[in-house]
T-cell receptor
Framework: EPEVTQTPSHQVTQMGQEVILRCVPI?????FYWYRQILGQKVEFLVS????????KSEIFDDQFSVERPDGSNFTLKIRSTKLEDSAMYFC??????????????FGPGTRLTVL | AQKVTQAQTEISVVEKEDVTLDCVYE???????LFWYKQPPSGELVFLIR??????QNEISGRYSWNFQKSTSSFNFTITASQVVDSAVYFC?????????????FGKGTKLTVNP
């Protein structure tokens, strides 16, 4: 069964450093998402991406964040200068299409980011 | 604006008890989707169910059942004869497909502990 994969599973970085979180969505999917979950809290939407551009972003997704689909398979989230409060689990998700009929988002296993 | 409220922060039951997890949502759209996800201690998000706003039929899947009531904007989840393996955090989520992003808005989650 196809699945969303994320690497690394755990990333530790120093405050101020740049990190790139990587995701490989399911191959025929067209919509991609990043969500964040600070430890013990709810899952929060960060950004959605379709047709090589951001379709929606939350207020959390400020100038420190960027997303990219550098090739036909990867979908990346970059944090330019990490802060302590960026420590969280980051989930990638993908869905087949975003038309009037809903298409389920498939979640990856997450990357735990720890900023020291 | 979309909002999901899970008023129960933590619930503790003894094995074989029935337990109901509450979810109340807010939306201005007539077309929307509701979800339940399970997050075991390992951290991944496990999809349990999706309902659309036009289908108020209750659903049963094994020991799980869901009660969707538009009149009270609720989508409650019942586990019958709970088991230790049901221990997890359960998230209710809402999506409004208008605009194409279909982002998920999650509640804060209910931590369920099933004791032997």
């Amino acid at each position: 069964e196809p699945e969303v994969t994320q690497t690394p599973s755990h990333q530790v970085t120093q405050m101020g450093q740049e990190v790139i979180l990587r995701c490989v969505p399911i191959s025929n999917h067209l919509y991609f998402y990043w969500y964040r979950q600070i430890l013990g809290q709810k899952v929060e939407f960060l950004v959605s991406f379709y047709n090589n551009e951001i379709s929606e972003k939350s207020e959390i997704f400020d100038d420190q964040f960027s997303v990219e689909r550098p090739d036909g398979s990867n979908f990346t989230l970059k944090i330019r200068s990490t802060k302590l409060e960026d420590s969280a689990m980051y989930f990638c998700a993908s869905s087949e299409k975003g038309t009037s009929s809903y298409n389920e988002q498939f979640f990856g296993p997450g990357t735990r980011l720890t900023v020291l | 604006a979309q909002k999901v409220t899970q008023a129960q922060t933590e619930i503790s039951v003894v094995e074989k008890e029935d337990v109901t997890l509450d979810c109340v949502y807010e939306t201005r759209d007539t077309t929307y989707y509701l979800f339940w996800y399970k997050q075991p201690p390992s951290g991944e998000l496990v999809f349990l169910i999706r309902r659309n706003s036009f289908d108020e039929q209750n659903e049963i899947s094994g020991r799980y059942s869901w009660n969707f009531q538009k009149s009270t904007s609720s989508f409650n989840f019942t586990i019958t004869a709970s088991q230790v393996v049901d221990s997890a955090v359960y998230f209710c989520a809402l999506s409004e497909p208008q605009g194409g992003s279909e982002k998920l808005v999650f509640g804060k989650g209910t931590k369920l502990t099933v004791n032997p």
